[in-house]
């Protein structure tokens, strides 16, 4: 369901939310993984808001050798409108996006502080040369509940390996920023299209320009005091006999908002990937520990959960 979307489940939870859920007492969502070979509860994920923005420049594309000098090129206004959006150190630059963040709790300061999550492995293993933070709980508060931008594409640009001196007439651009609590996608997408129309504006390129948002989903966070991830907490202990990671995920899992706020009933996210499982990408896993442990670990989670 979630790699097409999910067509359809957000209209079915509220159809069936009256029959279905109704003698439903907690959520449980099973797709998420753990920062490290500590076992894990994630307690609150990121939205999400998926932007296009086009610029067209002719009515098809044009040779360099002609036209070069003396059109507004369409990817060159392009590529100044993304250089707008962020700085070099993933500093999100549009008016007011940060107003909406909560501020950070002690108590939130103290789970971070706790959590098990070595970047210098994760560096090693991915390439990566530096972060841009330095420390273990800047890392984990800037990967998770601060916003980020990332632009993610070009589609029209010429992009095969060789030369080709075209000028396309018509680019996309494609980025998108991570939402936190409080954040509105209505409110982002209105400040992400008024500061591109100002920056095109004074820009002062006579090219036509469309925004759009194909992303628009909430984030989500829970209370890791209530009953269930007590019980969640005391499972983990039992069977894997450590203290459990308390998580906020980088990523976007619509459906915990959408359970939420439909049914009404406390959502609760206990993956059993490994940090090193590679969701989404080449030779996806899942270690056999983990499946074995994990089968043990939910069948604590009902027995803890009828003691509450």
Known sequence: MEEVGSTGLFDLVEEKNSTFFADVNYIIVTDTAWLSNRPGITYGTRGNCYFFVEVECSKQDLHSGSFGGI??????????????????????LIPGIYEAVAPLTEKEKGIYEKTEYNFEKIKAKFGIKNFTYNTK??????????????????????????????????????????????????????????????????????????????????????????PLYLAGRKAIKRVFQVEADLIRTGGTIPIGSHFQEITGKRIMFLGIGGPDDAPHGQNE???????????????????????F
């Open 71 to 92: 059109i507004h090129e369409a990817t060159n206004d392009l590529i100044f409108l993304l250089s707008t959006l962020v700085n070099s150190s993933g500093h999100i």
């Open 137 to 226: 709980e800047e890392i984990l508060m800037h990967r998770s509940r601060y916003p980020s931008l990332s632009i993610h594409g070009i589609e029209g640009a010429f992009s095969a390996s060789g030369t080709k001196t075209v000028i396309p007439a018509k680019v996309t651009g494609k980025f998108s920023i991570r939402l936190v609590p409080n954040m509105e996608p209505t409110v982002v997408i209105k400040q992400v299209t008024e500061h591109l129309k100002k920056k095109f504006a004074e820009w002062k390129s006579p090219n036509h320009i469309e925004i759009s948002a194909v992303i628009a989903s909430k984030p989500w966070i829970s209370d890791t005091d209530e």
């Open 285 to 307: 896993k899942i270690n056999r520990f983990n499946f074995i442990e994990g089968t043990k670990l939910y069948a604590a989670l009902l027995q803890e959960l009828a003691s």
